[in-house]
């Protein structure tokens, strides 16, 4: 009974400790053994070993630079004898992490600003000037109705229009590939990448590389997997696409440069690791605004004055390079927190064995009985307090 008029000052010299309950039964405690091998099984192993819990973390930053190199040779009957060079088929000359290549080509040579007859289809052609309503024009005309019809050859008759005339017939796409031989040029690709966090910078120009190396390397995966010089073809296979298909049409690839990296082993293991996909869907577009074209036009001043254009309708392929990675290295802070966050976790086993214990064993009445302490309500408890006194009592002879 003295607990019950304890001056107040006497609770600075207690300590209170809550009452553990053995239970000695063989199945609850193989099942809390196993829990508890279990969670450190997976803190240990998988958090820790495998996730690498104890180490810090930082994402990459980095550039990429390309170069395309190779030449192509075509002799047509619009073109006769042509060599492509990089400045003819890198378009336009640089861009950020990606580059494009044309590989097919329509070309409509001396454009001046002047009337034409249209391109026949069913709307264009025409049997008199009455068909044409001059200022007529729609986003998919070549320009703008002059109001007469006149002939497109001997047997077609098409409405005339004020345009840049020529007009373009891309009605036929020249297949096979114009540029085709773009499958044997290649691209050194440089990147320089950082982990801020820990001041480390690399390149994939790996340092064991020289100039006689760089000169003559391809990337190949089996026997030089670092080279940073690429064959346009070798990229496509690698996707699983064929070049002088995707040629034709044009189409979009992705290059993934991978770092990632321990930086608690040597920085010398922190290499790239490269990877290939075609990015435009090959299956949706093949009859939709299939591949990849824009248009562009070079510009003339003719001895005369009159402006001139050359039309070039390019398709080709878009290689976009995307650098990912991250690196880790030893950390203390992340440790606590993961072995901390494990040991709270140990907690589960006990909650699982008391669902056990209380709830789900034959004998859980008797468990519970002596796991819990059981209290009258108020009333009721003044009543018995004098067996609640002896109860007390007998606990403390024992
Ligand atoms: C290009 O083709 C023409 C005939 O079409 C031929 O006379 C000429 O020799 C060819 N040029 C080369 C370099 O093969
Ligand atoms: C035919 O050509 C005209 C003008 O060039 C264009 O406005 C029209 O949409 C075309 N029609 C079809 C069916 O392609
Ligand atoms: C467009 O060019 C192709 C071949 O280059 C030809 O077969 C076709 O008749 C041309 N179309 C028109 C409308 O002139
Ligand atoms: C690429 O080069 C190889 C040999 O250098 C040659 O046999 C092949 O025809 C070339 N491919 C193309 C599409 O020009
Ligand atoms: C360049 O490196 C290669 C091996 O990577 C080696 O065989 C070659 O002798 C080196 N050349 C020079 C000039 O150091
Ligand atoms: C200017 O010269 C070009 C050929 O060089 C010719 O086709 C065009 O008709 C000329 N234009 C005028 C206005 O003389």
Not at 6 to 24: G, M, N, Q, S
Not at 148 to 169: D, G, L, M, R, S
Request: net charge neutral.
């Amino acid at each position: 009974m003295e607990g019950y008029c304890t001056p107040a000052w006497d609770f600075l010299l207690e300590y209170d400790t809550p009452r553990i309950v053995l239970i000695k039964n063989r199945t609850v405690g193989v099942i809390n053994r196993l829990v508890q091998l279990g969670i450190l099984a997976y803190v240990i192993g998988w958090v820790l070993v495998w996730e690498k819990g104890y180490q810090e973390f930082d994402s990459i930053i980095g550039s990429v630079t390309t170069k395309v190199k190779g030449l192509a040779f075509t002799n047509s009957t619009l073109l006769e004898e042509h060599v492509w060079d990089a400045a003819d088929y890198v378009i336009p000359s640089q861009q950020e992490s990606s580059f494009f290549v044309m590989t097919n080509v329509i070309l409509t040579k001396n454009q001046v600003q002047g009337r034409c007859p249209e391109l026949p289809n069913k709307t264009s052609r025409c049997k008199s000037d009455s068909d044409c309503a001059a200022g007529y024009h729609d986003p998919h005309s070549n320009g703008i109705l002059t109001g007469k019809c006149v002939n497109y050859n001997e047997k077609v008759q098409t409405c005339e229009i004020f345009a840049w005339c020529p007009v373009e017939n891309d009605t036929v796409i020249p297949k096979p590939a114009i540029l085709g031989a773009a499958e044997n040029f290649t691209v050194l690709i440089k990147n320089s990448i950082a982990f801020p966090k820990f001041h480390f910078s690399k390149r994939n120009i790996l340092t064991n590389a020289n100039t006689s190396y760089l000169k003559a390397c391809r990337f190949n995966r089996k026997n030089d997997p670092f080279c940073p010089i690429f064959r346009l073809g070798d990229m496509v296979q690698e996707a699983g696409e064929d070049f002088q298909q995707l040629a034709v049409q044009g189409g979009v690839m992705g290059l993934f440069i991978e770092w990632n990296c321990n930086l608690d082993q040597s920085p010398s293991q922190c290499v790239p690791k490269y990877a290939f996909q075609r990015l435009d869907n090959k299956h949706y577009s093949e009859t939709l605004s299939p591949g990849y074209n824009f248009r562009f036009a070079k510009y003339f001043i003719n001895k005369n004055g009159t402006e001139t254009r050359t039309l070039i309708k390019a398709y080709g392929i878009r290689f976009e390079v995307e650098v990912f990675g991250r690196a880790g290295k030893f950390d203390i802070i992340p440790t606590m927190i993961n072995i901390g966050s494990g040991l709270a976790l140990l907690g589960v086993a006990t909650i699982l064995c008391d669902i056990i214990v209380l709830y789900l064993l034959k004998k859980s009445n008797y468990y519970k009985e002596k796991k819990f302490k059981y209290v009258e309500d108020y009333e009721l408890g003044i009543e018995s307090e004098n067996s609640y006194g002896t109860i007390e009592n007998s606990g403390n002879t024992n």
